[in-house]
């Protein structure tokens, strides 16, 4: 009787999901046709994952300007959630023929939206752009696939380690980490257990659990350290020397007892960090750390055989939809490409600029003088390493993030990287 209550209670959760699911496609839909219709005004919708929201206000006021300034389109801007949580709404939104006009995610998805024959290219509007030349010219190269261009940049960034100075100087720490050797060393210096229950009540570091992308995402630049990778000519490799080594790393640092994990994929928060129960954290220039008034620095990824990082780019994609509708959401993408788009955006958000211009503006060069831990993201970009693009990335991602999270609650990194090669081997292609 357990086993069959268990059985139809399940079953009815799903029925109830598939309800619930089928009648929020039918409300987006009708809600659509009611909008009242102006033929001289073009409606879009915009689906992001800006955070932290002082970042996503940041962008509403610019949506807002663009609203204000163009009376024959206008965007409304929707915040979707967590990129992690994203992909369903998107394949529910895509298979209900009601998807956003214009989507915000990461590059990695290009290839699984090429499949769904979901996105439109658009290197031949691109081209016939005056502005074309002003966008960093290797940022365009992480968008393409398969001969096309698929998405535009609405930023890039790329991941450090942010410390308390304070904490530093309290452990006697007077130089920041160069080497994986002296980031493990610091840690432990910073890991404090002030009552002796062998429970510290301070860190050396945060290591995101879970295995979502973002902890692939943080995960990325050790590997490129330690001169790996997880493609190679096209085909996934994650049982490798070098990943083994990077993953075996972390591990260490739980070891140690010097890191502490975040809760399941939750990585990308900063309590523990603002509060002072951990010293260091892996994040970028958007983190509401630099909006927070504690005291905080920034250091570059430590190396192990060389320097790196990884490209945090959020790009825009044009959903096919009808004519007229890609042809609006094309001039938002203009509007967004533009210096001024881009000083405020970068200016407000701790993002990097992707327009040239905008980078060498009076505005922006006042704005690093006042915050000088910007150049450490702007020094880091010559080693900045993208993640691969390639149709099926998201099957990869999944494999290796199950892989950092087995390896974090401790099992061998040997066999979680060969588990998670094997099963990417027995799905790949399909």
Not at 9 to 28: E, G, P
Not at 303 to 321: H, I, Q
Request: glycine share 6%.
């Amino acid at each position: 009787m357990k086993i069959t209550y268990k059985f139809f209670r399940s079953i009815r959760q799903v029925v109830i999901l598939l309800t619930i699911l089928c009648f929020s496609l039918i409300l987006l839909s009708s809600c659509q046709a009611n909008v009242p219709q102006n033929d001289q005004v073009t409606r879009i919708t915009l689906w992001h994952g800006i955070n932290p929201p002082v970042n996503r206000d940041v962008f509403q006021k610019l949506v807002d300007k663009f609203n204000q300034t163009h009376s024959d389109v206008q965007v409304e801007s929707i915040y979707a959630g967590q990129l992690d949580q994203q992909m369903p709404k998107i394949l529910t939104a895509f298979v209900g023929k009601v998807p956003p006009d214009i989507l915000t995610f990461s590059p990695q998805i290009t290839g699984q939206l090429i499949e769904l024959n979901a996105i439109r290219p658009l290197e031949d509007w691109l081209d016939n752009l005056p502005l074309k030349s002003d966008i960093t010219p290797n940022l365009l190269d992480e968008l393409k696939l398969d001969g096309h261009l698929w998405s535009v940049p609405l930023s890039t960034s790329n991941i450090g380690i942010f410390y308390r100075p304070t904490l530093f100087k309290a452990a006697g720490i007077t130089n920041t980490p160069k080497t994986w050797q002296e980031l493990r060393e610091a840690a432990k210096k910073l890991t404090v257990d002030r009552n002796g229950d062998n429970k510290p009540e301070q860190y050396g570091m945060l290591l995101p659990m879970g295995k979502g992308e973002w902890t692939v995402f943080s995960w990325f630049p050790f590997l490129s350290s330690a001169g790996g990778e997880i493609v190679r000519n096209g085909v996934p490799n994650l049982n490798n020397p070098q990943a083994i080594h990077a993953l075996q790393f972390w591990q260490d640092l739980l070891k140690d007892g010097s890191a502490t994990l975040s809760p399941p994929e939750r990585g990308y928060e900063e309590d523990a960090f603002l509060q002072g129960r951990v010293a260091m954290q892996i994040t970028g220039p958007w983190t509401y750390i630099t909006k927070s008034q504690i005291d905080y620095q920034v250091f570059p990824i430590p190396r192990d055989v060389e320097p790196a990082t990884v490209t945090g780019t959020g790009n825009f994609y044009v959903m096919k939809t009808t004519p007229k509708k890609e042809k609006a959401a094309l001039k938002f993408l203009e509007y967004v490409l533009t210096e001024e788009f881009q000083t405020e955006w970068s200016i407000g958000t701790g993002f990097l600029p992707v327009n040239l211009k905008s980078a060498q503006s009076e505005a922006y060069q006042q704005y690093i003088k006042q915050k000088p831990w910007i150049k450490v993201f702007l020094d880091q970009m010559s080693v900045a390493r993208s993640r691969p693009t390639l149709a099926g990335y998201s099957r990869i991602s999944d494999s290796l993030g199950r892989a950092i999270e087995a390896t974090l609650l401790g099992d061998s990194p040997q066999v979680t990287l060969k588990q998670a090669q094997e099963r990417l081997e027995l799905i790949w292609g399909k």
